[in-house]
């Protein structure tokens, strides 16, 4: 029996009641499947319930076949190791007695001879040199993605099931992730923003609040789908609005020619040239047309706004959210910023940055590129002031804002209205109000409590606290899409293209530097760096 994923009538609900499925029908077989969709959605949800980590709340879920789950951030514990991620270490431990000649002769014929070869032939696969005794804490986090991915390829899933598996890696770790799913021909589900890794689906699966749409073919062919289903929903929208328009004047016309009518059998009825029994008559017949027309009018009225609401939320849902950013009226010689032979690090006898010089010069664009590991959060804190150099001078001579990972910069325990407010104290309640409604936080959703928003959600607020009222003249980014859906990346990217500031960009998302219009690259390699 082929591999198959089959859900059906799938319903659940988040633990305060909010429902997220209703009445879900969706299958998946042996391609690979890019899952997209806006923050909160439910896509990390759906990869739960299909590798049962969850349960719906009604509903069939059918699984045919073996499943391969990476999740997005796992808990490892001190001493884990690659081994024991590939669930190996008896195997392992088996042969190195058997290499001892410690091993009985039921364990010799036990033994697995071809297991390191196929550990390492995994781990090759994804890019990865590492020893399987090598302990998973002392790996980037790229890098442990890396690990994870490569035991999940060690096991020849019939699915692979993926949550943003290129979030956090370097260059070298998104080509290898890349180059793997390309190249893999077994089921997967993939839920990811890379646009990048989604050329390379079979098919792309779009969840939305109304429920799941298929589209066959790679993340290019769903844009362009996509872009013809907005033109037809506000074909649609424009025809049902016109029928509102058009039953509201025919019912008035309608009116009018029945009182006309009406009037002029009441002068008639004065001049009395008309019996009493056919007065009466009349009177009936009018009040029942008039009823009748009354009737009809607003059936199709009625027709013509659910025609209008339906394609208003498919617009809503199909076009992505709007930034626009006021100027910062920087000049386009002012000096940003200046390093000149900085050396820094965290332990003296092992220099991070060595003797790196560069200048930001009016609204420059500058991609911050390299290996992880190689210096790039050691450099922004040096430039966010939170590290001092051990020798050189560093001179940042605008004022600045920062968006780190965790977006730092906003008080958890506050709303996001409040923090907005606290951060653009010059802006009013109004304009407060409608650059939030403009990052999607619109009227009780700008008062969340940021503890309680997604990691997407989260940056999103970031941005609109920062850029929505008065942007400063040096923007600082650091992996600005890592937790953003696509239709987001698509509006930052719009608004940051907009910015007429200078921008240091530490990404490795080439998608997305090409389209902010990068300039200048400075390539880290871990103590030294160069342009």
């Not at 719906?56 to 001493?79: E, F, M, N, T, Y």
């Not at 989260?458 to 600005?480: N, T």
């Given at each position: ?6 859900l059906?009538?799938?319903s659940?609900a ?18 690979r499947?890019?899952l997209?969709?806006?923050?909160g ?41 690659i081994a024991?991620?590939f ?33 390492v ?5 994804i ?9 998973l ?5 790229g ?5 994870g ?16 598996p290129?979030?956090n ?9 890349i ?33 799941a749409?298929r ?14 289903e ?21 019912a ?10 009406d009037?002029?059998?009441?002068k008639?009825?004065?001049?009395g ?11 009936e017949r ?32 199909l ?26 690090g965290?332990?003296?006898?092992d ?11 009016g ?9 992880n ?6 450099l ?8 001092k150099p051990w020798?050189?001078t560093?001179a ?46 619109r ?18 607020a ?33 608004g ?9 960009v ?26």
């Amino acid at each position: 029996m082929p591999a198959s994923i089959t859900l059906s009538k799938i319903s659940w609900a988040t633990p305060d009641g909010r429902p997220l499925f209703s009445d879900l029908d969706l299958s998946f077989g042996t391609d690979r499947t890019g899952l997209v969709g806006r923050n909160g959605v439910g896509k990390t949800t759906l990869l739960k319930l299909v590798s049962g980590q969850i349960q719906p709340h009604a509903g069939a879920l059918s699984v045919s076949g073996s499943l391969g789950l990476l999740r997005q951030s796992v808990q490892i514990a001190p001493d884990e190791t690659i081994a024991d991620l590939f669930g190996v270490v008896g195997a392992l431990g088996l042969l190195h007695r058997a290499e001892a000649g410690a091993a009985t002769a039921d364990e010799l014929s036990a033994a697995d001879w071809t297991l390191e070869a196929r550990m390492v032939a995994a781990l090759d696969r994804i890019g990865l040199d590492a020893e399987p005794q090598t302990r998973l804490a002392a790996l980037s986090g790229g890098q442990r993605t890396r690990a994870g991915l490569a035991a999940l390829v060690f096991t020849e899933p019939d699915f692979l099931l993926l949550d943003e598996p290129t979030n956090n890696l370097d260059r070298e770790g998104r080509d290898a992730v890349i180059a793997l799913i390309s190249g893999w021909r077994a089921g997967a589900i993939i839920v990811s923003h890379d646009r990048e890794l989604l050329e390379s689906m079979d098919a792309i699966v779009e969840l939305t609040s109304l429920g799941a749409t298929r589209y066959g073919g790679n993340w290019s062919h769903y844009r362009e789908r996509k872009a013809l289903e907005l033109a037809a929903a506000r074909h649609d929208l424009a025809d049902a609005e016109k029928r509102i328009a058009e039953v509201a004047g025919k019912a008035q016309a309608t009116v009018e020619r029945q009182a006309h009518r009406d009037s002029a059998g009441r002068k008639m009825a004065a001049k009395g040239g008309i019996p009493r029994i056919m007065l009466g008559g009349m009177k009936e017949r009018s009040e029942t047309t008039g009823g009748d027309n009354a009737r009809l009018a607003e059936r199709r009225r009625a027709a013509a706004q659910e025609d209008a609401k339906a394609a208003r939320e498919k617009i809503e849902i199909l076009q992505p959210l709007s930034v626009r950013l006021p100027p910062t009226g920087l000049a386009a010689n002012k000096t940003v910023l200046q390093m000149e032979g900085v050396t820094a690090g965290y332990r003296p006898e092992d220099p991070v940055i060595g003797h790196l010089s560069f200048t930001v010069t009016g609204p420059d664009r500058i991609a911050i590129t390299g290996p992880n590991g190689s210096g790039k959060t050691t450099l922004l804190s040096l430039l966010t002031g939170e590290l001092k150099p051990w020798a050189g001078t560093l001179a940042v001579m605008t004022g600045f804002a920062m968006l780190d990972q965790k977006v730092s910069l906003l008080d958890p325990s506050a709303s996001i209205r409040d923090n907005f407010r606290r951060i653009n104290p010059q802006a009013d309640e109004n304009t407060c109000r409608a650059v939030l409604a403009r990052f999607m936080f619109r009227a009780d959703a700008a008062l969340q409590l940021v503890s309680t928003l997604s990691g997407g959600q989260l940056l999103r607020a970031g941005l609109a606290c920062v850029l929505g009222s008065a942007p400063p003249p040096l923007l600082i980014l650091d992996e600005p899409t890592n937790h953003l859906d696509i239709d987001s990346i698509s509006a930052v990217e719009a608004g940051l293209r907009a910015y007429d500031g200078a921008l240091i960009v530490v990404s490795h998302d080439e998608t997305f530097l090409e389209s902010i219009g990068i300039e200048r690259r400075l390539e880290l390699s871990g103590g030294d760096a160069g342009e």
